[in-house]
Structures are given as C-alpha cells and as structure tokens.
C-alpha cells in the first residue's frame, strides 16, 4: 500500500527531527533513511518477537532504497533486556562491526529496545545516529519521541541513560496489526494521557472513536498516533530536559510506577495498565482537594474503563496491596525533590499542572478507596 506520511516535526535546533506516522510508512522509508545514512549500511537492533513479523519489511524498504544492512542483531524480549548485560553483549556486537561515527543504528520494536539502542547509539565512540521505527502503540506514542533513552539498574528502572534525540521516527501504523490487546490498551493509556493533560477536544473524539483506535481501525489509529507524537513534539521542543512542562506527561506516573513496584515491574501489571490506575487516582486526588470537579474525574475514568483498561487498584487480582508501602514507594521515586514529592494534579479535562507538597493524607485516602 502506498502511504503519504503524516509529518511532525519536533523542533530543537540543530536536533530537530520528523516523526513519519501512517499505514505503511515503513516499506517507503528506504529513500528518507538513505538520505539519513548517506548509502552506508546501518545497523538494526531488533527483538525475537518483532525480527520475523517486521524486519522483511524494513530490510526489503532498505535494499529497495540501495542500501544491504548488516545482518541485524536480535535482543530477547520483555524490560529484563533492558540490563548492563544486555547492554554489554549489544556494545559489543555493534563496535565488533568496525563500525564508525557515521554508522547508524536502527531501532526497530517497542520502547525497550528503543530505549537501550538508544542509549548504546548515546555510548558508542561517544555518540552516533540512530533512527527509531518503534512497533508497539507505547513506542509510537510515548518512548520514541523526546530523546530519553537508558536501561535499568538494580536500584530501579531507567536509572542509567542519557539524552539522545533520534534522527528520524517511523511510526508505522501497520506494525501494530500483529501487537497483542492486551500491549495495545496498555499504549492507549498514554494516549488518553495526552487528552487528559492538555487536549480537552482530542480527549472527547477519543471518548467518540477509542474504541476504534483499540480495535485496529487504520485512520483513528493514524489520528491518534499523529496527534499524541505532535503532543509530546510540542512539549518536549520546550522542555527538552524536563525543566517544567515536560513534567506533565507524568500524569499518573508518581501512583503507577508505585502500583508497577509493587507488582515487580512485570507481566501482573502493565506500564500503561499502572498508568491507566494512576491518572484515576490523579484525578480523584485533584477531586478531594477541591481542585478538580468530580464530573472531570467521572468522565476520565468512565472512558478509561470503557475501553477495556483497570481503573482501580482493586482491578488488579491477586496482589496484597498495603497502602504504605505504596506511599513509601511513591516517596522513592525519581521525580522527587529534597524528599518532596510533586504530583501532576488536575483542574479538569486536559488541564494538567504540578503540585509540590501535596497532603499525605488525601494521597492516602484515595489509595485506600481505590484498592478497598
Ligand atoms: P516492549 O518493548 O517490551 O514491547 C512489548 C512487547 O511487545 C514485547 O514482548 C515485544 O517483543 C512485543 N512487540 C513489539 N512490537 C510488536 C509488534 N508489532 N507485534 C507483536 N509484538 C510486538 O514494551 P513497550 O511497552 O513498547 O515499551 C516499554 C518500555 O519503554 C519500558 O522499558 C519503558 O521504560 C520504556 N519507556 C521509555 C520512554 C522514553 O521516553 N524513553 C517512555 C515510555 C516508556
Ligand atoms: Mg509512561
């Protein structure tokens, strides 16, 4: 199929870039990779679950545009090949290359292997290009865009990593025909995020068609993807570094990544199930401290659910959850700040902002509410 791209662009300077997103965008990237390679042959890092569904498609878009990449290298699938030890096998396969400043890396699946070729194209000879052709609905929508890269450490995820923009993104809509449900609604929930912090008419066509964007409707999964990566293109084109507004694509994130602690970061709870759960309880917390009217919150959750996704920490079988740890948790966070935490609050639909010093005591009320 013949696809024209939707095109958007995140402006930083010298480091601004395209996102291609469209039904079939891959297998007529060849000549706007080409250009990016200067005809030499890139390498591409993929996972055993993506290399047999989609790296034909990429190699035969490559050789069509005269370019013979070396034979890709295969990473195992899931966040446990975002470690050190996989890092160091994938350095090692990349510089046993004789590779040079201008070889580029080609990240093909979902945010971990976006994310760790990421970082090993930040690593490599200090720095070399890389171009993301991310295939989960996550990656389209989230990882892909906005230079964060990195892998995993013993004291907590992406703990190690740098900045690092890509060159180019290839959203490929198609990719995500053969992305199992259950990854798809779990990318949906960031891009219900996108509505929620600060597009109240997007979040309504999403209340309207997300049920066609879950489904695999081509044009509503096109729209989706094109409007969130313009979302975060606009945001992180201000806020690079995460100085402040960048901040507000945690929505949700300080009570998910406690809710995915406490789940062992694994397959009981998705990210973005977790975040689905958090922008909830981000909402019920912006409701009872009078910030936010309960009919936003209402409406949040009632979309959230509709689509398929857990809006409760009750929704989530199987574990003891114990409010204090939760809280403990939250407080280890990242984003802490000389050990105050900052929630991204609400006053509404689409109208996200960040609070430091929030009442520990709302935050544990709407946790025993939501796992009662
Ligand atoms: P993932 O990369 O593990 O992919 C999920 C699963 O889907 C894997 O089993 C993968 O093999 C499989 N898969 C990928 N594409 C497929 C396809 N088209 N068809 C069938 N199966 C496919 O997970 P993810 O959700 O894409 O990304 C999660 C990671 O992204 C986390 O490590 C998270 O920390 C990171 N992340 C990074 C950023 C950032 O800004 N860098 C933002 C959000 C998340
Ligand atoms: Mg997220």
Redesign the pocket.
Known sequence: MTATPDIVRLDLGPRSYDILVGDGVLAEAGPRIAALTRGKAPIVVT?E??AP??LPTLERALSAAGIAPSPAIVLP???KT?DFAHFTDLMDGILGRGIERSTMLLAL???????ITGFAAASALRGIDFIQVP??L??QV??SV?G??GINSRHG??LIGAFHQPKLVIADTA??D???RR?VL??YAEVAKYGLIRLPDFFSWLEENGARVVDGDSAARRHAVTVSCRAKADIVGVDERESGDRALLNLGHTFGHALEAATGFGQTLL?GEAVAIGMVLAFDLSVRLGLCPAEDAARARAHLKAVGLPVRIADVAGVAWDVDWLVRAMAKDKKVQDGRITFVLVRGLGQAFTLRDVDAAAVREVLAESLA
């Open positions: 996972d679950n993506v569904l989609h699938a899931g966040e975002k699946g979902g945010g971990v292997i976006g994310d295939t989960t996550l990656s989230d990882s906005g964060k890269t995820k992406n990719t995500l053969t992305l199992p990854e779990a990318g990210h």
